[in-house]
């Protein structure tokens, strides 16, 4: 019922915004990118990238599990709001500064890096969804498929909605930082 008009409505106003303006030109030639050192790889992105905003909110996830896979109450809403705002910032704030380095190093492929170094903090919510499943009494092997099934499609919820964060706030910075460049 809701999807349909949500969909036309979202078109509409798609269709009306404005365009991006970048605030330079750049070239159409690219530049031959550097060698980096070893701590702007990016597998050390990724997991640097992630396991800070995990840490941020490990423990009320605990509480968010016991209350699906245990059948127990949740009811601290207003807690959970914190710390989702402290996840929010979190993935901002390490993906800015993972892209600021990136820029340092002349590095300009900071789209997929940005996506990927704050979405990489789904990657340590299925992992401790592997630590949690201990704690379960799994009996069969439909308890298997439906838990990690489940939690697989939590992750990548969490991946598409972090990495997004970390996408956008590293365009609002780079344009924020790009725009202050005065061109003679």
């Known amino acids: 019922g809701i999807s349909t008009p949500l969909?036309?409505?979202?078109?509409?106003?798609?269709?009306?915004?404005?365009?991006?303006?970048?605030?330079?030109?750049?070239?159409?030639?690219?530049?031959?990118?550097?060698?980096?050192?070893?701590?702007?790889?990016?597998?050390?992105?990724?997991?640097?990238?992630?396991i800070l905003p995990f840490g941020a909110c490990f423990v009320e996830l605990y509480f968010i599990m016991a209350s699906i896979w245990t059948n127990q109450y949740y009811y601290v809403f207003g807690f959970l709001l914190l710390v989702y705002f402290i996840l929010v910032i979190t993935c901002a704030e390490i993906t800015v500064l993972f892209n600021y380095f990136q820029l340092c190093g002349e590095n300009y492929n900071w789209w997929w890096r940005s996506f990927i170094t704050?979405?990489?903090?789904?990657?340590?919510v299925f992992l401790y969804s592997f630590v949690y499943?201990?704690?379960?009494?799994?009996?069969?092997?439909?308890?298997?498929?439906?838990?990690?099934?489940?939690?697989?499609?939590?992750?990548?919820?969490?991946?598409?909605?972090?990495?997004?964060?970390?996408l956008m706030s590293s365009l609002w910075f780079n344009i924020v930082i790009f725009g202050s460049i005065k061109i003679d």
């Open 7 to 50: 969909v036309f409505l979202g078109a509409y106003l798609g269709y009306k915004a404005d365009c991006i303006e970048y605030p330079t030109n750049t070239s159409r030639i690219p530049r031959p990118i550097p060698p980096q050192p070893w701590f702007m790889g990016a597998i050390f992105s990724l997991l640097i990238g992630g």
């Open 133 to 166: 499943f201990k704690q379960l009494e799994a009996s069969s092997f439909a308890t298997y498929v439906l838990y990690f099934g489940y939690m697989g499609f939590v992750s990548f919820g969490l991946f598409l909605m972090t990495g997004f964060i970390g």
């Open 118 to 124: 704050a979405g990489s903090t789904a990657f340590y």
